[in-house]
């Protein structure tokens, strides 16, 4: 049978979502604890790689099991894996369910603290200087009716299409907290980063929105704005069609 894992975790101490030759990734940590429950290998699939620093409030892993599962596997998984680590269910799905390619949309945030602290230092990323935050959003709001997105994605990526349909782009602030909020069909690899980068310069005003909109039309990253620090991105949520948990 297959299943949804659904996971959040703190980025902090791992180099990403994917298994890599060296370092901890939290898809390693999750193989691990599944085969020293199990004791057989098995593979799981995420909804997406997270890379190294970057949070999860939700993400889901797909997993291939023998057994029947009761909830008593999702106690003795948060017994075995890191602190930074937490299942918070296992869902039983089609068998043909894909926790990448069924996913419908994405949802991130970044957060930004103006005021520093320490308790935040590796959730948040600190920006002292002042920000025009109504700016931003009339920028944020441009990317609504844009489609191709070629100048935020890393510019060594094996993609086919730099297409993304993003459903909501905006800022909001508590205080001395900022928190960009983004949602789409799919992200290209740094896309969020180099968003957020980019409407920083727009908030500080060295580039204006019709600048912005150039940069959107120019394909081109060197183009665009830095790309911020992985510490304050967060993936939200995943989206699903309902009938893949119809089991």
Request: proline fraction near 2%; hydrophobic fraction near 40%.
């Amino acid at each position: 049978m297959r299943y949804f894992i659904e996971l959040s975790y703190d980025g902090s101490p791992f180099v990403g979502w994917q298994r890599q030759p060296k370092g901890d990734s939290v898809q390693s940590c999750l193989e691990v604890a599944l085969k020293t429950l199990l004791q057989k290998p098995v593979s799981v699939v995420g909804a997406g790689r997270t890379d190294a620093g970057v949070h999860a409030r939700q993400l889901f892993a797909h997993v291939d099991l023998d057994d029947q599962v009761d909830q008593n596997l999702k106690f003795r998984l948060n017994k075995l894996l890191k602190k930074e680590i937490a299942v918070n269910s296992i869902l039983a799905v089609t068998d043909d369910a894909h926790a990448r390619f069924d996913a419908t949309a994405r949802r991130y945030s970044y957060k930004i603290t103006t005021q520093k602290d320490p308790f935040l230092e590796k959730r948040s990323y600190y920006f002292s200087k002042s920000l025009d935050i109504e700016l931003m959003n009339q920028a944020a709001t441009v990317m609504l009716d844009h489609d191709d997105f070629k100048c935020f994605s890393k510019s060594r990526t094996d993609v086919k299409t730099y297409l993304c349909d993003i459903h909501q782009a905006n800022w909001e602030q508590n205080g001395s907290d900022l928190v960009f909020f983004i949602q789409a069909n799919r992200f290209l690899r740094n896309m969020v980063r180099a968003i957020v980068g980019t409407l920083i310069e727009v908030g500080l005003k060295k580039i204006s929105i019709n600048d912005f909109k150039s940069i959107l039309r120019s394909r081109d990253r060197s183009k665009a704005g830095y790309s911020v620090p992985a510490h304050g991105l967060y993936l939200e949520k995943v989206y699903y069609p309902k009938h893949i948990f119809a089991v």
